[in-house]
């Protein structure tokens, strides 16, 4: 790939399995206690203070202006993974509208032109440069091969025709990745996806995309009358566009998780805020039972979901390469648990969160928006359940599993059940607070229900959405369990028990909720009423509108 960038080297532990997630769908856990959380040095961190402290200043400015003001188009190699997910963290914690913008210009731009540029386009990686990333069209959306843009050839080069809906960034750009169709769209002609960069030029219209969401992001309907492009500008191959455009997804996945936890975070910081100031009934609202509870399980979801993004982040950077799997994942996990997070922080600031400069409840918005940049989440469950099953779909339904680590005596269903009712499994085991029993069951028993419903479905598994949602739902849910734990394993070998304490509390609370969650995923696996509900969601669109009334 021409002009890949260089990255900063990173040892997480040799100990570290780089199929530590993957492994999950196959039924196996595989830690053994020496692994290592990948943690920041202080001067790594120190490193990023100066610009920690301006996005602390600059709260007037945001998305590309702020990026500008902090020095942050600026084409820069020596960051780790790890320390890239934290500047993003800051970013989403400060203004999700300049995380947003930082991951379309960084992540979907600058890294794929990096990447799978030609040398001749490389010069575009200047200090000044602004990237967008132009995929979605109105009547396709996230469905890439029905893209309808099209790159006409002329000469030695292309002219790009079409129009792209949502582009963020796309007001102030000086460079689109645009992708596009490279045959004409015409009944049965394949689209031959290729992906463009294409500079600013009168051919190129934008118009604002008008939004309640991320106001400062410069999210615009770009489009695209005829602009020439010679084929250097092509990145990647001709027609194989899709795979540089997945590649910049998953790149942007991890950003986009971090910058989700960062907003959560700084969620929780204002609501603990709120709650120290605000008195009702004579009290402190913080000091009521049900405010309380929900306090600590917005902490422990919090800290949770920081682990895991920490955690891939750690594990890009110890193996050089980016696996769409654990990215994946971590994106769902992102959504999911920052959607709980927030959801109790607007919540828990009564009518404090509709009122004032950055509400609670335009946190939410914002956050719940930068979850659709790489596509639903909807569709994204489908991805992950594929993705991790990928090789065994390759040998078809009669392919051979591999097997699961070991027998269970009584089956899986039956240790899970027995887990739960007697809940006699010490939580003292493995890392303190971690359930390492527990998770070592629920993960065999993934790994069995991944097989069961791949048996029974065969080729039609590929269309089962329903079984995709409670494998992905139940996966994540393991997968940041599993982070939480060797995240604790980590914190008690450099502070001891007695120093890991808080964070020991914080994987108790978690853990125990995870492992209720996984549980009513696997049941309804094979108890639920889908069919019920596809026959009531028919109907639905049937009837067109709501079908009850209450006129006689
Ligand atoms: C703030 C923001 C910034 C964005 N920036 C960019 C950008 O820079 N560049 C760019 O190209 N795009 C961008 N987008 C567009 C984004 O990629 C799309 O919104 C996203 O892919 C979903 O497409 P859609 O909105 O057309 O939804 P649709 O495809 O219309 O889907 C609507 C709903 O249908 C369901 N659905 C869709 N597909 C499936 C499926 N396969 N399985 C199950 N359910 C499904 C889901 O519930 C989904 O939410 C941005 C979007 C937002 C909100």
Known sequence: MPGASPRMPRVVSGEIKRTLFRDLFLGRLRVDGSEVYPLISPSELASLEPTFTQLRKAEDLGGVLRLRALDLLKPRNDMSLLLEARLVEQLGGADPSTALSFIAHHALGRKLVASYGTPEIQPTLRDDSVFAFAMTEASPGSDASQVQTYAQPEGDGFRIFGRKHWVTNGLFATHFVVVARTTPSQPGNKPRLTAFLVPSSPEVIREPVRSDVLPASGVAEISFHGALVPKEAILGEYG??????????????????????????????????????????????????????????????????????????????????????????????????????????????????????????????????????????????????????????????????????????????????????????????????CRLRSLELLTRELGNQVRHQFTSHGAEFVEHQHAHRRIANAALELAVWLSVLIRVQTEVQRVSTVGAERMIDAANLFTGGAEERVRRQFEHLSRNEDELRDRIARRAYTDGTYPFDIVG
């Open 240 to 433: 194989k566009g899709f795979r540089a455009v997945m590649s910049g997804l998953s790149e942007a996945r991890l950003l986009l998780s971090a910058a989700i936890t960062g907003a959560s975070i700084r969620a929780y910081s204002d609501t603990i805020e709120r709650l120290n100031q605000r008195r009702a009934f004579g009290r402190p609202v913080g000091n009521f039972p049900s405010v309380q509870e929900r306090v600590a399980v917005l902490l422990s979801e919090t800290f949770a979901l920081q682990s895991l993004v920490h955690l891939v982040a750690g594990i890009g950077d110890a193996f050089g390469t980016a696996d769409p799997l654990e990215r994946g994942l971590a994106r769902l996990a992102a959504s999911r648990i920052s959607a709980r997070v927030l959801d109790a922080t607007r919540e828990l600031h009564g009518a404090a969160a509709f009122s004032g400069d950055v509400t609670q409840s335009r946190r939410w918005a914002d956050t719940r928006a930068l979850a659709l940049l790489d596509g639903s989440d909807l569709a994204l469950e489908s991805f992950v359940v594929l993705e991790a099953t990928r090789e065994l779909r390759k040998g078809g339904p009669q392919v051979s599993l591999p097997p699961l680590p070991s027998p269970l005596p009584e089956g899986p269903k039956g240790v899970v059940e027995r887990l739960w009712s007697s809940r006699h499994v010490s939580p003292t085991e493995g890392a303190p607070g």
